[in-house]
């Protein structure tokens, strides 16, 4: 079998376009400057083209990409303490102060003040998994203080249960709601940020869910 050159080969593969023979120029043919004839300008193309190399590989500095790119991907349902840092973050979780400032700017990073509930994340939950992560974060609340993160969250799944609850949903909601009390009562002051995200959540599992027992007393 005769052998092919390698840019013959690919050529028969791909082509030309415009298939253009090497173009005859005058001896004052400076590629540098600008083509002053149809054929000067072929030739500068046909120059560029054959100083470009056949592959190329691209320089990428990997101190640039680190906590830039974020990967959404969501624990299993059964990683209790995976979702627990999914939902509210390495640094919550580590219960650590936040680490000395620097002149970096990596953009939000997730992994360490958790992901948001977006409606991405929680249209992907079927119920199992809304109430074993609902679980999961009244088991932190239980021993926690109550922070943006948890209540957003919490409302969040609490937005996903369906009706009629799964016997393990109806007491965990329970549960909840008993603790949101809990924390109220500590409160000093009625401006605390917490009040209302509170109350929000005990008058989901009294009023929504049927739970009228656990409701505030209008009086």
Same mark, same amino acid.
């Given at each position: 079998?005769?052998?092919?050159?390698?840019?013959?080969?690919?050529?028969?593969?791909?082509?030309?376009?415009?298939?253009?023979?090497?173009?005859?120029?005058?001896?004052?043919?400076?590629?540098?400057?600008?083509?002053?004839?149809?054929?000067?300008?072929?030739?500068?193309?046909?120059?560029?083209?054959?100083?470009?190399?056949?592959?190329?590989?691209?320089?990428?500095?990997?101190?640039?990409?680190?906590?830039?790119?974020?990967?959404?991907?969501?624990?299993?349902?059964?990683?209790?303490?995976?979702?627990?840092?999914?939902?509210?973050?390495?640094?919550?979780?580590?219960?650590?102060?936040?680490?000395?400032? @620097?002149?970096?700017?990596?953009?939000?990073?997730?992994?360490?003040?958790?992901?948001?509930?977006?409606?991405?994340?929680?249209?992907?939950?079927?119920?199992? @998994?809304?109430?074993?992560?609902?679980?999961?974060?009244?088991?932190?609340?239980?021993?926690?203080?109550?922070?943006?993160?948890?209540?957003?969250?919490?409302?969040?799944?609490?937005?996903?249960?369906?009706?009629?609850?799964?016997?393990?949903?109806?007491?965990?909601?329970?549960?909840?709601?008993?603790?949101?009390?809990?924390?109220?009562?500590?409160?000093?002051?009625?401006?605390?940020?917490?009040?209302?995200?509170?109350?929000?959540?005990?008058?989901?599992?009294?009023?929504?869910?049927?739970?009228?027992?656990?409701?505030?007393?209008?009086?």
């Amino acid at each position: 079998m005769a052998w092919v050159p390698m840019e013959s080969a690919v050529e028969e593969l791909m082509p030309r376009l415009l298939p253009v023979e090497p173009c005859d120029v005058t001896e004052g043919f400076d590629p540098s400057e600008l083509p002053r004839t149809p054929q000067e300008y072929l030739r500068r193309v046909q120059i560029e083209a054959a100083l470009c190399p056949d592959v190329v590989v691209a320089q990428i500095d990997p101190k640039k990409l680190k906590r830039r790119q974020t990967v959404n991907v969501s624990p299993k349902s059964e990683d209790e303490e995976g979702w627990k840092k999914f939902c509210l973050g390495e640094r919550l979780c580590a219960e650590g102060a936040p680490g000395p400032a @620097t002149n970096e700017n990596p953009g939000i990073d997730y992994v360490q003040i958790g992901f948001p509930p977006l409606l991405s994340i929680v249209s992907r939950m079927n119920q199992a @998994t809304v109430t074993s992560v609902l679980e999961y974060l009244s088991n932190w609340f239980g021993e926690r203080d109550f922070t943006p993160e948890l209540g957003r969250w919490l409302y969040a799944l609490l937005a996903c249960l369906e009706k009629p609850l799964l016997p393990e949903a109806h007491s965990l909601i329970r549960q909840l709601a008993r603790r949101c009390s809990e924390v109220r009562l500590l409160v000093d002051s009625k401006d605390d940020e917490r009040v209302p995200a509170l109350n929000l959540l005990i008058c989901l599992v009294s009023r929504y869910f049927d739970q009228r027992d656990l409701a505030d007393d209008p009086s």
